[in-house]
Nanobody, 115 residues
């Protein structure tokens, strides 16, 4: 079982920045594919980005050039740097850890982009 704890969410004005963190338990962190999903009110959950064990990354078109995912295996932590935030980025952001067919979810952190 992997425990994931997200932090760093909050209220930010359009054009602002936030950095989300996802801290994971366990000793196998370095082999996990770590992802960030988000779910806005009334919308389906969507994959925002993920990072593989070798550091390869992938981004949804809606966040390319604005969001950056990174990982620090020594700290069992993944970061999501979000810049140039837009109101449509408002959502609950969830961290996931995948190992094979197993997918673990965090509890989520709220990000609200509003003036």
């Amino acid at each position: 079982q992997v425990q994931l704890v997200e932090s760093g969410g909050g209220l930010v004005q359009p054009g602002g920045s936030l950095r989300l963190s996802c801290a994971a338990s366990g000793s196998r962190f370095s082999i996990y594919v770590i992802g960030w999903y988000r779910q806005a009110p009334g919308k389906a959950r969507e994959l925002v980005t993920f990072i593989t064990s070798d550091g390869s990354t992938n981004y949804a078109d809606s966040v390319k050039g604005r969001f950056t995912i990174s990982r620090d295996n020594a700290k069992n932590t993944v970061y999501l740097q979000m810049n140039s935030l837009k109101p449509e980025d408002t959502a609950v952001y969830y961290c996931t850890a995948q190992e094979g067919r197993l997918l673990y979810w965090g509890q989520g952190t709220q990000v609200t982009v509003s003036s």
